[in-house]
């Protein structure tokens, strides 16, 4: 079984700054690259940032580039989304998730954590 604890929202004034974690655990825990997602009240969920478990490549949604930076401890097993220069338009729950395979959709999912900007 495979768990991804995801902890470090809140409530954040616009243009603050915000680090989640996402602590990934599990019996032979593999993975190719782990996601953060985000999900607003009313809206679908959408893809934030990602990076591969070496670390060697990272990916960001148009809409957080130059504010959002991902990283991961490997030995840890914890992946962070940095998010700076939060605006309103940030808020929603983001979930972490790990992709086993490369070229396959996300397989493990965190529970959520809650991410609120105020203006």
């Known amino acids: 079984q495979v768990q991804l604890v995801e902890s470090g929202g809140g409530l954040v004034q616009a243009g603050g700054s915000l680090r989640l974690s996402c602590a990934a655990s599990g019996r032979t825990f593999r993975s190719y690259a782990m996601g953060w997602f985000r999900q607003a009240p009313g809206k679908e969920r959408e893809f934030v940032a990602a990076?591969?478990?070496?670390?060697?490549?990272?990916y960001g949604a148009e809409s957080v580039k130059g504010r959002f930076t991902i990283s991961m401890d490997n030995a840890k097993n914890t992946v962070y989304l940095q998010m700076n220069s939060l605006n309103a338009e940030d808020t929603a729950v983001y979930y972490c998730?790990?992709?086993?395979?490369?070229?396959?959709?996300?397989?493990?999912w965190g529970q959520g954590t809650q991410v609120t900007v105020s203006s």
């Open positions: 990076i591969t478990w070496s670390g060697a490549s990272t």
């Open positions: 998730a790990s992709q086993v395979v490369a070229g396959r959709g996300y397989d493990y």
